[in-house]
């Protein structure tokens, strides 16, 4: 067992000079929702529609028909991802999400690479899918992408000021028109079908001159990243354990849950794509808006669209809130200088942690001014990486006192965690170099601030706080 484990309610022994803050008992978000609010919520940070429009499209562009196939592999996979989160979500239930369990199972510098790995994927995605919100209010209005992003970016952080039982029913709201979006989608594309289900497996994509090229297994691989990106919000739901009622039981099935219906509204919509697109180039083109046009009417087609809309606003709303929680987990636990800890720690009226709220929104609205087009790989990676070091977590969470602790237990251990890291170290083996080598950098930048700053300071700093919760 590693040294990082301690209860949100027993103070920190003082250390010289300390003040009183410094030392005081950690602060522990308030129990409030429960399954059917923790699923609405972590449903609207997978946000199924903005990612069926926003993200799919660029894989239709290089897998075409193999694409509905790459998703469905990508979800293979994460069914066992999500047996590791709810294994080490129940026995670890803390707003640090992954970085608190890979901690307290792996040691303290795998758990700090996990956080700058999360905190890379939360703060690159919201600015990148908010930008995509002008392209689905142009049938109303247009705006220009990064100020579209901007605005919808500081809309989420305002909702994300509000008490989380609120923010529930309000991505719940959203979320019911994004599933009709997605699910007039596939209505359509089934209705107005031009080819059969073998076509799910030809591999085929439009070549540069016009013809159509075969896709190789190589491609699909390598697509694999984006795929497990596609779903990879069912991870929310860890994120928000400190706040789910029960969450020995609730967190295993918010995760389970969130997983499956988000896998069937993403996946059933890009198989009538397939199957409903006039050809292969068409397909590949990636307009999903204009097919919606071409089989149905322009009124159809704008009400998808802003049904989209509404979606990544939602999206933006569930994503300022899981990354606040991120920053003020990380704050809490002593990863930064004092005044930095103390300010982030801060929680407001509605039991939010508002300066970690402000902190994360204000930056995602500057970041809509910024050229993000190969960020989309970076995130590929970092989640892939993200998910590797879980799958490590996992593989020791049965290890000395952990082995009696009460929590849900996966099937098939260790036989699920040992395949996902040879599979997920194989994926990033076959990565473009470039995206690697970014998130290399960044993640040996961090190496070095643990190695400077952090490891110096182990018995005060970076302190992993798991809130003690004996309600099952």
């Given at each position: 067992?590693?040294?990082?484990?301690?209860?949100?309610?027993?103070?920190?022994?003082?250390?010289?000079?300390?003040?009183?803050?410094?030392?005081?008992?950690?602060?522990?978000?308030?129990?409030?929702?429960?399954?059917?609010?923790?699923?609405?919520?972590?449903?609207?940070?997978?946000?199924?529609?903005?990612?069926?429009?926003?993200?799919?499209?660029?894989?239709?562009?290089?897998l075409g028909t193999a694409t509905a196939l790459t998703i469905a592999i990508g979800s293979?996979?994460?069914?066992?991802?999500?047996?590791?989160?709810?294994?080490?979500?129940?026995?670890?239930?803390?707003?640090?999400?992954?970085?608190?369990?890979?901690?307290?199972?792996?040691?303290?510098?795998?758990?700090?690479?996990?956080?700058?790995?999360?905190?890379?994927?939360?703060?690159?995605?919201?600015?990148?899918?908010?930008?995509?919100?002008?392209?689905?209010?142009?049938?109303?209005?247009?705006?220009?992408?990064?100020?579209?992003?901007?605005?919808?970016?500081?809309?989420?952080?305002?909702?994300?000021?509000?008490?989380?039982?609120?923010?529930?029913?309000?991505?719940?709201?959203?979320?019911?028109?994004?599933?009709?979006?997605?699910?007039?989608?596939?209505?359509?594309?089934?209705?107005?079908?031009?080819?059969?289900?073998?076509?799910?497996?030809?591999?085929?994509?439009?070549?540069?001159?016009?013809?159509?090229?075969?896709?190789?297994?190589?491609?699909?691989?390598?697509?694999?990243?984006?795929?497990?990106?596609?779903?990879?919000?069912?991870?929310?739901?860890?994120?928000?354990?400190?706040?789910?009622?029960?969450?020995?039981?609730?967190?295993?099935?918010?995760?389970?849950?969130?997983?499956?219906?988000?896998?069937?509204?993403?996946?059933?919509?890009?198989?009538?794509?397939?199957?409903?697109?006039?050809?292969?180039?068409?397909?590949?083109?990636?307009?999903?808006?204009?097919?919606?046009?071409?089989?149905?009417?322009?009124?159809?087609?704008?009400?998808?669209?802003?049904?989209?809309?509404?979606?990544?606003?939602n999206a933006g709303i569930v994503m300022v809130i899981q990354n606040s929680r991120v920053?003020?987990?990380?704050?809490?636990?002593?990863a930064w200088p004092e005044p930095v800890n103390n300010v982030f720690a801060r929680l407001?009226?509605?039991?939010?942690?508002?300066?970690?709220?402000?902190?994360?929104?204000?930056?995602?609205?500057?970041?809509?001014?910024?050229?993000?087009?190969?960020?989309?790989?970076?995130?590929?990676?970092?989640?892939?990486?993200?998910?590797?070091?879980?799958?490590?977590?996992?593989?020791?969470?049965?290890?000395?006192?952990?082995?009696?602790?009460?929590?849900?237990?996966?099937?098939?251990?260790?036989?699920?965690?040992?395949?996902?890291?040879?599979?997920?170290?194989?994926?990033?083996?076959?990565?473009?170099?470039?995206?690697?080598?970014?998130?290399?950098?960044?993640?040996?930048?961090?190496?070095?601030?643990?190695?400077?700053?952090?490891?110096?300071?182990?018995?005060?700093?970076?302190?992993?706080?798991?809130?003690?919760?004996?309600?099952?």
């Amino acid at each position: 067992m590693t040294d990082t484990l301690r209860p949100a309610e027993t103070a920190l022994p003082r250390a010289t000079g300390a003040t009183d803050s410094a030392t005081a008992g950690p602060r522990q978000l308030k129990r409030s929702i429960g399954v059917v609010g923790g699923t609405l919520l972590t449903l609207s940070c997978v946000t199924p529609a903005s990612t069926l429009f926003v993200v799919v499209p660029d894989l239709f562009g290089s897998l075409g028909t193999a694409t509905a196939l790459t998703i469905a592999i990508g979800s293979l996979l994460c069914v066992a991802v999500a047996f590791c989160y709810s294994e080490l979500g129940t026995l670890v239930p803390s707003a640090g999400g992954e970085y608190a369990m890979v901690s307290t199972m792996a040691g303290r510098l795998a758990g700090w690479l996990v956080f700058v790995l999360s905190l890379l994927v939360v703060m690159i995605v919201p600015p990148v899918i908010a930008m995509g919100t002008a392209d689905y209010l142009a049938p109303i209005v247009h705006l220009d992408p990064s100020v579209a992003g901007a605005g919808v970016m500081l809309l989420a952080t305002l909702a994300g000021l509000l008490d989380l039982r609120a923010n529930a029913w309000i991505t719940g709201v959203f979320l019911v028109l994004e599933v009709i979006a997605a699910a007039v989608v596939a209505l359509l594309g089934f209705a107005h079908g031009q080819r059969g289900p073998g076509s799910l497996l030809s591999m085929q994509a439009a070549g540069g001159d016009g013809h159509t090229d075969t896709v190789t297994a190589a491609l699909v691989v390598s697509g694999l990243a984006i795929a497990l990106f596609i779903t990879q919000g069912f991870s929310t739901a860890v994120y928000l354990s400190e706040e789910l009622e029960h969450p020995r039981r609730n967190v295993a099935r918010t995760v389970l849950a969130t997983l499956a219906i988000s896998s069937v509204i993403i996946l059933v919509p890009v198989v009538a794509i397939t199957f409903g697109a006039s050809d292969v180039a068409e397909l590949t083109g990636g307009d999903i808006g204009a097919m919606v046009t071409a089989w149905s009417s322009s009124a159809v087609g704008t009400f998808v669209s802003l049904c989209v809309a509404l979606a990544i606003i939602n999206a933006g709303i569930v994503m300022v809130i899981q990354n606040s929680r991120v920053l003020f987990a990380s704050a809490r636990d002593k990863a930064w200088p004092e005044p930095v800890n103390n300010v982030f720690a801060r929680l407001g009226r509605f039991g939010s942690p508002w300066v970690a709220t402000l902190a994360v929104g204000i930056p995602g609205a500057a970041l809509c001014f910024v050229n993000l087009d190969t960020l989309y790989g970076v995130t590929g990676v970092s989640v892939t990486g993200m998910y590797l070091l879980v799958a490590v977590a996992a593989l020791l969470a049965r290890r000395g006192s952990h082995r009696h602790v009460p929590a849900w237990r996966m099937p098939l251990w260790p036989a699920v965690p040992v395949l996902l890291i040879v599979v997920l170290g194989y994926i990033l083996t076959q990565q473009e170099t470039g995206y690697l080598l970014w998130t290399g950098g960044i993640t040996a930048v961090a190496t070095l601030y643990w190695v400077c700053y952090l490891r110096p300071r182990r018995a005060t700093r970076w302190l992993v706080t798991v809130p003690e919760d004996t309600r099952v």
